[in-house]
């Protein structure tokens, strides 16, 4: 059964964007703050008869504005210790400065955020181009909650013996 459900989850995590495709943007954002930044689980162990039971739940809502400019900031991953940064320039157009812990930087002038959906086509340092797509989000953690940006990453990450399909950049500086 748990393998049905991880198999589903990925599922899902990597064929996000071809089910949002028909969905508006506060759809789209509403979609990525429930499925891939949501999560409860519960344990209960009984031993010796004394019974442990834990629980943990992520929740997580879109948060909207109508002022682009709420969302202008810098924002850190505090797992990886990438930063991204959003600017507004000229023209209303808002430039993302994506900065990863090795010095490497990658930037996007293609960034569209709307009801708080977010896309971005950053250029790699290979030449290649991906799109990343996600929600601004509060994530409430067992009643810590925080406002920042979840992504979806169209190729996901190895690290270690982990492979991340998304990323949570929590907003640090308006």
């Known amino acids: 059964m748990k393998i049905f459900f991880l198999g589903l989850i990925t599922f899902l995590l990597t064929h996000s964007s ?3 495709q028909g969905l508006s943007p506060k759809e789209k954002a509403a979609f990525f703050a429930s499925n891939a930044f949501s999560k409860s689980k519960y344990k209960r162990e009984e031993k010796y008869g004394i019974v442990k039971e834990k629980s943990k739940v992520i929740h997580s809502t879109p948060v909207i504005s109508n002022e682009s400019t709420f969302y202008i900031g810098q924002y850190v991953d505090e797992n990886q210790g990438t930063r991204l940064e959003l600017k507004r320039e ?3 157009n808002i430039r993302a400065i994506l900065s990863y812990p090795d010095s490497r930087k990658v930037t996007s002038d293609l ?3 709307q009801d708080a959906y977010f896309k971005a086509t950053l250029k790699m ?3 290649k181009e991906e799109v990343w797509e996600g ?3 509060n994530k409430n953690d067992n009643e810590t909650t925080a406002f920042g940006l979840g992504i979806i990453l ?3 990450i190895k690290k270690d013996d982990l492979t991340l399909n998304k990323l949570f950049f929590k907003k640090i500086v308006p």
């Open 135 to 137: 929600a601004f989000i």
């Open 18 to 20: 071809a089910i949002s």
């Open 111 to 113: 960034v569209q955020i």
């Open 90 to 92: 000229t023209g209303n």
């Open 154 to 156: 169209p190729n996901p």
């Open 125 to 127: 340092s290979d030449g």
